[in-house]
């Protein structure tokens, strides 16, 4: 079993910054796909940005020039830079991780909330 610790969301005015981190507990870091995802109050869940094995990264459109998804395999986490935010990007984020190849399924972390307004 496999957990995932979010941390670093709040409330920030538009036009600034927050970093999200999460912490996981898999010794298979190293080889498995990462990422993050936002549910907004009345929406489905989305993709926002995530990190493949090789280190090639996918993005949502309206993430892209400013969310940038890290990792630090050394230290099993992976993380998420968030500029220019805007009240759009208001969300509960979540930390999710699987591990191509072992039948496991997906992880999902706890979520952390993201509130963008003046």
């Known amino acids: 079993q496999v957990q995932l610790v979010e941390s670093g969301g709040g409330l920030v005015q538009p036009g600034g910054s927050l970093r999200l981190s999460c912490a996981a507990s898999?010794?298979?870091?190293?080889?498995?796909?990462v990422g993050w995802y936002r549910q907004a109050p009345g929406k489905q869940r989305e993709l926002v940005a995530q990190m493949f094995i090789g280190g090639a990264t996918k993005y949502v459109d309206s993430a892209k020039g400013r969310f940038t998804i890290s990792r630090e395999n050394a230290n099993r986490t992976v993380s998420l830079q968030m500029n220019s935010l805007k009240p759009e990007d208001t969300a509960l984020y979540y930390c999710?991780?699987?591990?191509?190849?072992?039948?496991?399924?997906?992880?999902w972390g706890q979520g952390t909330q993201v509130t963008v307004s003046s």
């Open positions: 898999t010794r298979v870091f190293s080889i498995s796909v």
């Open positions: 999710n991780l699987f591990i191509p190849g072992s039948g496991q399924g997906s992880y």
